[in-house]
């Protein structure tokens, strides 16, 4: 055997889009009601996008476990203005959305991307006015709204569920006519899933990515890493745990992250980057 080394360098990775949540909504499960004015939401957006979020996720209808809907009316009324002042200050703006309706004048007010927890589920509509916009979309994987999504967590075997069930709603894009490069998908963290499924999805992140498409993970401050706090700790509190996630998401390769506390995830992908740096240089 030959004692000559030949190194191999690989190519640095990009880091992962931040998107930045904003909830426009009196009811979300750990900010709800702190944005709720338009002009404190648009005052967050832009905080958040000084911070470092590539992408604002505004959002007018709580998507929690009990969470009770809202008609699209409301919701239109609380996120067209946020979204469309956003916008106008050049930051780039995704809609979180269930209905075709809001997705599509969200679009016409400057959003870029829709970000659809339902995967086309809850509105008939969705893929058909998808087809006809210009925008990225997010497709997540989900099985029922939030007064009875824990009631459907029921998998054979998680990963290959979710990967399969992502795969027919990516097949179904397709066959409106909607372009597979503006396709995004997401497991949906905490949609339908126990901690347990959470964990697994997250460990098995290769396995999603093998569709061929960027994909978006959502942790951020949801009640499975509430299990690794003590039992008083506030939603803020699982902050540190997303941005581990963050970072580790951002070593498996996906597209982009959503978080709440868009600095601490910046802090945790700084430090991902340079050690990233150190093995590519």
């Known amino acids: 055997m030959s004692n000559d080394m030949v190194l191999v360098r690989r190519t640095a990775r990009p880091r992962p889009r931040i998107m930045g949540i904003l909830n426009v909504t009196p009811d979300s ?10 002009d404190d939401a648009i005052a967050h957006g832009v905080a958040m996008h000084e911070q470092g979020a590539d992408i604002i996720d505004v959002g007018g209808e709580s998507t929690r476990p009990g969470a009770v809907r809202v008609s699209p009316d409301e919701e239109q009324r609380r996120v067209l203005p946020v979204v469309r002042e956003l916008g106008d200050r050049g930051i780039r703006v995704s809609i979180d959305t269930l209905n ?8 016409e007010a400057g959003a870029a991307v829709v970000n659809d927890v339902s995967g086309g589920l809850a509105d008939e509509e969705m893929f058909r006015t998808i087809a006809a916009l210009d925008t990225e979309y997010i497709v997540s994987h989900w099985r029922g709204h939030g007064q009875n999504m824990n009631d459907l967590a029921t998998y054979n075997e998680v990963v290959g569920d979710v990967r399969t069930e992502l795969q027919r709603r990516v097949a179904e894009l397709i066959v409106w006519g909607v372009d597979e490069r503006r396709i995004i998908i997401d497991p949906g963290l905490g949609f339908a899933k126990t901690s347990t499924h959470n964990w697994k999805l997250l460990g098995n992140l290769d396995r999603l990515e093998s569709l061929g498409y960027p994909v978006l993970i959502g942790a951020s401050r949801k009640r499975f890493l509430a299990d690794l706090l003590p ?26 992250v959503r978080v709440h506390d868009v600095e601490t995830t910046k802090a945790a992908l700084a430090v991902w980057t340079a050690w990233e740096k150190g093995a590519t240089e």
């Open 231 to 256: 039992g008083d700790a506030e939603p803020t509190d699982r902050d540190p745990a997303t941005a581990v996630i963050g970072a580790l998401a951002a070593q498996a390769g996906v597209w982009g």
């Open 29 to 38: 499960f750990s900010d709800g009601g702190r944005y709720h004015s338009v």
């Open 100 to 107: 075709s309706s809001t997705a599509r004048l969200a679009a």
